[in-house]
């Protein structure tokens, strides 16, 4: 961040670190809340659903639910109508397409760190996963 003239220190919080995230007791982080779906949309969009917290108090919600306190109506509604539709929804990918051009114009956060993961999937009980040829 010094490179392009942001004056950071970094300080590692430890345990800490999930209290002023959720309280927002701090001035900026790098985290890993900005995710959360694997196949779906809705994981991640929901993270900056809501209304916003005051600072010093916790967002209601799940536990990572809105720590950015950033707020808009508009997105908030579109993530309603997309936990309610299946995946296959035909409307789910506009819906999507309308809460990632607000999420992206606001910018609220930015992922400044990749984590990728292998997400293995067993035939033995279940079929139908996804494979590389489909």
Known sequence: MRKFGIN??????????????????????SNW?????????????NNFAGAAAPLGQRPKGPPIDNQFRWENK??????KQIASIWVDDPKL????KQALVIL???????????????????????????????
Not at 8 to 29: I, R
Not at 33 to 45: I, K, M, Q, Y
């Open 8 to 29: 950071a220190t970094e300080l590692k919080l430890g345990s800490v670190f999930y209290d002023n995230s959720a309280n927002g007791d701090y001035e900026a982080q």
């Open 33 to 45: 809340f900005a995710c959360g779906s694997v196949n779906e949309p809705w994981g991640t969009l």
């Open 74 to 79: 508009q997105y908030t509604e579109l993530v």
């Open 93 to 96: 990918n506009e819906l999507t």
């Open 104 to 134: 992206y114009d606001e910018l609220p956060a930015f992922p400044s760190a990749q984590s990728r993961k292998i997400v293995p999937f067993n035939n033995t009980y279940w079929t139908g996963w996804p494979t590389s040829e489909i």
